[in-house]
């Protein structure tokens, strides 16, 4: 049986969809020095997306390799990777498993568990589908856009740089944008 969801998403396949990391882009962004924002990316990630029958019946797996951090600054790279921010040496994955998928509104949301640093929390997506359909090998091809807006003191990411005047370096509030193409698995 199809749901209102599913109907509403043209060229919706059921299957195993493997994110294309060639043409995806994990990113952030957050606020520095409070006057602008940093936005960086990881290079380095996997997942793979399972569609049910029914859309609110897949599942999402993914993982970061937060070593992979590129901000466009090596000397803040380098400092980010330390034990003050992400500690990768101790912490070399990232991990998010999705805990259901829901109808929220005229879009979807998967649920799932991000793991950052060895701390779990519950963390929504709210997720575009952005198409599905052929690509030029012969396989099918989806696009998503994903987004989110963590605290990253509840993920034991804690330093506190604070400023003379008030405020701080690095925000709190990190949004997390991820634009995902994923191949479908051949039979």
Known sequence: MTTA???KI???LAGTWDIDPVHSD???TVRHMMVSKVRGRFATFSGQIVTGDDVTDSVVT???QPASIDTGNAQRDAHVRSADFFDVENHPRWTFRST???VDGHGLVVDGELTIKGVTRSVPLALTVNG???DDSGGTRAGVSAS???DRNDFGVDIKLPLDGGGVVVGDKVQINLEIEAVLRRA
């Open 5 to 7: 969801a599913t109907t």
């Open 10 to 12: 043209p060229g919706y």
């Open 26 to 28: 994990v990113s952030f």
């Open 62 to 64: 993914a993982s970061i």
């Open 100 to 102: 259901g998928v829901r």
């Open 132 to 134: 599905i359909g052929p």
């Open 148 to 150: 989110t807006t963590i």
